[in-house]
């Protein structure tokens, strides 16, 4: 499918033949008829192989659209119709996947379309090369370099509107994906004579034009220049205004292009003011003024004009005017100053605006370089463009065009090199059958015009340094000289005089024969403009400004830097670039693109066959034709060839090891390609025809595709096997160690039951052991206490009749008996005092003599109270018997007791039988007083004490008046029924009588005395004596008492003290009486 599109679509509802190698027949005619036939039918485009023909349309197509672009994009050369786009995309894939350096040579004369032809070729690539903000932002300012340039170099003349005075190679870099990083632009020889003078029907550069037309109101005054173009001497008049050009706009373009491009707003005022500068140069007139010496002098005619050149260039007025009149010659260090007539005046300003103008173009170039240069110091691709200006031939051609010619001539050269002549002695060379094809070199034109030795340029060098007069007419003498026997020169001098005869050549020219045509050349102004002096005054007046720009524009104004030393002739300067830039070029992959114009009207629609005619014929396009088609397409060494293809051959992939030209054979063979397609060369493969490799390269993008997908394959499969052969590698390890794991702890578990087990069993065998042991210790010891004891009975059976049989009892109650005697004898010497309230006791000397030292102090002091007890006389041991009575009675119970302790009971205390006073009552009184005391005794009714004598005998108690003794009661004990007092210290007590007794009769009697124990406790032992009845003794802080027929309730509160012990009495009412006790 893809082969038939590849066979049909070139061919395809063709025009003519796209390619001309299929031409049939294959003349000039119908190369040309061909070449029209496409023509009229807009098909401007047709191959020569892999050249491209264009013929200038000389007005818009629609073959460049966006739409084309995609068309055309990595599609095979031969796949579509030929379009230059065809040609950029080939020469742009194979620079970005083969590596490949390729420049693109686009020749043809002036007007032919080479400017527009690199234009479509560089937004060709700009638009399919690699997207993103920054490398857009490097398209664009290589695309915008354009406009600019071509303002400020391109130019209206006879043969093309849009005429490029200069010439301009460009490398566009890349890095290895094929995106554009930046480019360099070099420029080859401004034709500058332009700025001063244009031929008739010719304009000056663009951009003084588009200045004027463009420039709005202000810029103009502050350029200080007026509208209209007939003000300025310098603007050809008769084609000022170009049809089709809209200068206005173009300013407006170029403007927005340097602001693109990067020149900063400053940069674009100083340049256009350079631009107005030199325009303005041109208005400057010069009158002559002769002086007395005879000396031709020059004066400026309007001093205006400079005045206002020299505020645009920051200039001082005087110094360039003094440079426009006078002429410092330095030699052999002597300063020589010569003033300049009105001619030399003239010939200085526009020297000046010329140079101005020329160095401003150089220092443009520099500016957009600096901008568009690539920011990387990584190995770049390069794709050179070269448009330089065409072969021309004018009426008058002069320095210029035999530079421009010589130009041409050169890549005409580098044409019939490369195309074909290389590629005929490489047949040759290879052994390739091969037809010789004849064609013109033009080697002995650049020879005639280059030769180091005897070249017109050498010789115009030569002619420049000579001392003494030199003119342009010795120039043509010394050419008449040396040149004229070279069949390609012609001249009306000439030496051989071949030409004499010939009037069409005028005296001041030489004529070349060019490989485009004969060219006429008027020396006038070689010399000049090829020495391109400019008077040293003029450049360090120029250096000495304050314009920053133009300062730098003119270096060797700068008295520091000054050199007597000449500056290469502008001849030998470009002859030396172009050098250059052939070798460049040769490096590089070369593809081209050959211009024709169609006709000399600008005219779209007109193919004047004699001017194409006259092209086919000069840029060798028949013989390039032959060439190709005798030839082959495509040759390469069988290495790369073999290494490209060999996956095509089952023989070949992946390794073939033998000879490089046996595998390209053994894959041709196999492939089935007819053998009339391709030849074996000695060390390359021909193939004759493009379709057959562009087979060859589609079976292998197919079999990559399938390789690809191979090696997918491999590497996935191999991928998983990897990962599986891991996961299975790690699922082992894992499984290992688990297995372990549960082995170790398996192991252990079993080690520790093991052990367990083991340690019970050997602690049972241990303790059996040890039972074992201990029953046959025990036995062996009791075998040894009976043996022993057996032993000790024996032996104390026989050794009884040696001892006393119970010595150790004896010694022991002997030892006892001892220590017995020694213990009483001290207890002896120890003994306390016989007090019965002694309470010491010798210190025990055994412990084993405890008890019974103890029970010895026992006896011993019952003992000593027996003594003591048996001193008493029956008084004594009475009074003691009352003693033990009272403390039974009151100890602990009643607070006055212990007062009583010491208090020995006497019984009577008034001595009544002693006593005169109480005769009387003692002889009223029978029986024995065991008890007589003064006692208080209460009133009953008001509390109030009175004292009395209270008697105590064996059957009654007697209360009698102290003071007669008279008795005032007596009542028999028996009649006490029990006595109350209190727990307190005080001494009132109450005697409770048997109610219904005569003695009862008041009541309750209510005594207070300090003698209250005594007197108690010896009525209590009355009473028992009497009755043998323990009468109670009531001990309490309130009782009651029978007052005649009342009970009282005494009552005992604390209170002060008032006399002594004794209680103060109070009856209170006829239930309370309140004793205060202290
Ligand atoms: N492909 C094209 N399509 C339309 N017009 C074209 C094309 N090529 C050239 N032209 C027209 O031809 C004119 C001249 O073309 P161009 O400036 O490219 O010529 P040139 O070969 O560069 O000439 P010179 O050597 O003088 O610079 C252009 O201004 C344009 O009008
Ligand atoms: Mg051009």
């Not at 212990?898 to 002693?914: A, C, H, M, R, W």
Request: charged share 25%; proline share 3%.
């Amino acid at each position: 499918m893809a082969k038939s599109d590849v066979k049909t679509s070139l061919l395809d509802n063709m025009i003519g033949v796209g390619d001309s190698v299929l031409l049939e027949p294959l003349t000039e005619d119908t190369f040309l008829e061909n070449l029209k036939k496409r023509f009229d039918h807009s098909e401007i485009y047709t191959y020569i192989g892999s050249v491209v023909i264009s013929v200038n349309p000389y007005r818009p197509l629609s073959i460049y659209t966006p739409t084309k672009v995609e068309e055309y994009r990595n599609r095979n050369f031969y796949e579509l119709s030929p379009h230059i786009y065809a040609l950029a995309d080939e020469a742009y894939r194979s620079l970005r996947d083969q590596d490949k350096d390729q420049c693109i040579l686009i020749t043809g004369e002036s007007g032919a379309g080479k400017t527009e032809a690199s234009k479509l070729v560089m937004s060709y690539i700009a638009a399919v090369c690699g997207k993103g903000a920054e490398v857009n932002q490097v398209k664009e300012q290589l695309l915008q370099s354009n406009p600019v340039l071509e303002a400020f170099g391109n130019a209206k003349t006879v043969r093309n509107d849009n005429s490029s005075r200069f010439g301009k190679y460009m490398d566009i870099e890349f890095d290895f994906k094929g995106d554009p990083l930046g480019g360099v632009i070099s420029n080859y020889l401004l034709e500058k004579s332009r700025v001063v003078k244009q031929p008739r029907g010719e304009r000056n550069f663009h951009i003084f034009y588009q200045l004027l037309s463009g420039g709005s109101e202000d810029l103009l005054r502050q350029l200080k220049l007026e509208k209209g173009f007939n003000h300025y001497n310098y603007l050809g008049l008769d084609s000022a205004e170009v049809n089709g050009i809209d200068d206005a706009a173009n300013f407006r373009t170029v403007k927005n292009a340097m602001q693109i491009v990067g020149f900063m707003d400053d940069e674009l005022e100083s340049v256009l003011e350079v631009v107005a500068a030199v325009l303005k140069l041109g208005n400057i007139d010069f009158k002559p003024e002769s002086r007395v010496n005879g000396v031709d002098e020059s004066r400026i005619k309007d001093k205006n004009e400079l005045k206002e050149i020299c505020e645009l260039l920051g200039q001082d007025q005087a110094v360039l005017e003094r440079a426009f009149s006078f002429r410092t010659v330095e030699a052999k260090q002597e300063k020589v100053s010569t003033t300049l007539n009105v001619a030399q005046a003239y010939y200085a300003r526009d020297a000046l605006a010329k140079n101005l103008y020329n160095r401003l173009f150089t220092w443009l170039v520099n500016r957009i370089n600096e901008s568009i240069k690539a920011q990387t110091k990584v190995r770049k691709k390069v794709m050179g463009v070269l448009d330089i200006y065409g072969f021309e031939i004018f009426e008058n051609n002069s320095f210029e065009q035999f530079i421009i010619n010589y130009c041409n001539e050169k890549l005409q050269q580098i044409f019939i090199e490369l195309t074909l002549k290389e590629e005929q002695e490489e047949y040759i060379k290879e052994g390739i059958e091969w037809t010789h094809i004849e064609y013109f070199n033009n080697t002995i034109i650049c020879e005639l015009i280059e030769n180091n030795i005897n070249g017109i340029l050498a010789m115009l060098d030569e002619e420049c340094l000579r001392p003494g007069t030199v003119t342009d007419e010795t120039f043509l003498e010394k050419l008449n000289q040396v040149c004229a026997v070279h069949e390609r020169f012609e001249s009306r001098m000439s030496k051989s005089s071949r030409f004499l005869n010939d009037t069409t050549l005028p005296h001041n020219c030489f004529r070349i024969q060019h490989y485009a045509g004969k060219v006429m050349y008027h020396v006038e102004g070689f010399v000049d403009k090829n020495n391109d002096l400019l008077y040293r005054d003029l450049s360090q007046a120029m250096w000495k400004t304050n314009h920053v720009l133009v300062k730098s524009l003119f270096p060797e104004g700068n008295p520091a830097k000054m050199s007597l030393k000449r500056p290469p002739t502008a001849g030998s300067q470009f002859r030396a670039s172009v050098a250059t830039l052939m070798k460049n070029l040769l490096t590089k992959n070369p593809n081209y693109i050959r211009c024709i114009k169609p006709n000399d009207q600008k005219a779209p629609h007109i193919f004047t066959e004699g001017l194409v005619r006259h092209q086919i014929s000069y840029l060798g396009l028949m013989e390039n034709v032959r060439v190709r088609r005798a030839g082959y397409a495509f040759k390469q060494l069988y290495e790369p060839c073999l290494e490209r293809y060999k996956m095509l051959c089952s023989q070949t992939w992946p390794h073939w090891r033998q000879g490089a030209r046996d595998g390209v054979e053994v894959l041709l063979t196999e492939l089935q390609i007819p053998s009339e397609e391709y030849s074996y060369g000695r060390s390359k493969i021909f193939i004759r025809n493009p379709r057959t490799l562009f087979e060859l390269e589609d079976q292998r993008k197919r079999r990559l595709e399938d390789l690809a997908t191979l090696i997918q394959k491999i590497y996935r499969g191999w991928k998983c096997r990897t990962n599986f052969l891991l996961m299975k590698k790690s699922q082992i390890i894992i499984s290992a160690w688990s297995k372990r794991h549960f082995q170790r702890k398996k192991y252990l578990r079993l080690k520790m039951v093991t052990l367990r087990i083991q340690s019970y069993i050997r602690g049972w065998k241990a303790r059996k052991l040890l039972r074992e042991l201990k029953h046959q210790k025990r036995c062996e010891q009791s075998a040894t206490t009976i043996a022993a004891y057996w032993r000790g009975t024996q032996v104390r059976r026989e050794y009884r009749k040696f001892f006393r049989a119970n010595a150790g009892r004896k010694i022991y109650e002997f030892t006892i008996q001892r220590i017995m005697q020694k213990y009483f004898v001290d207890l002896k010497n120890k003994m306390p005092s016989m007090s019965p309230t002694e309470k010491t006791w010798p210190a025990r000397p055994y412990l084993f003599l405890d008890s019974t030292h103890t029970e010895l102090k026992r006896i011993f002091h019952l003992w000593r109270c027996k003594k003591y007890r048996d001193q008493f006389t029956d008084q004594k041991r009475a009074t003691f018997e009352e003693k033990l009575e009272a403390s039974e009675l009151f100890k602990d119970k009643k607070a006055l007791y212990t007062n009583s302790v010491q208090q020995p009971f006497q019984g009577d205390y008034l001595e009544i039988s002693k006593n005169p006073k109480y005769q009387k009552l003692n002889g009223a009184v029978e029986e024995k007083i065991l008890l007589a005391d003064v006692v208080n005794k209460i009133n009953r009714a008001n509390g109030k004490g009175a004292p009395r004598i209270f008697l105590l005998t064996k059957s009654n108690f007697i209360i009698a008046d102290q003071k007669s003794g008279q008795i005032k009661s007596t009542i028999p004990v028996m009649d006490i029924t029990s006595i109350s007092v209190s727990k307190q210290t005080d001494g009132l007590f109450a005697i409770h009588l048997k109610e219904g007794s005569t003695a009862a009769a008041k009541g309750d009697f209510l005594f207070t005395s300090d003698r209250l124990i005594e007197i108690i406790t010896k009525l209590y032992r009355t009473i028992f004596l009497k009755t043998n009845q323990k009468i109670a003794v009531e001990i309490n802080n309130e009782f009651l008492v029978q007052f005649n027929q009342d009970k009282v309730c005494v009552k005992f509160i604390q209170g002060t003290q008032k006399n002594g012990n004794l209680p103060a009495c109070k009856r209170k009412n006829n239930r309370l009486l309140e004793v205060t006790v202290p």
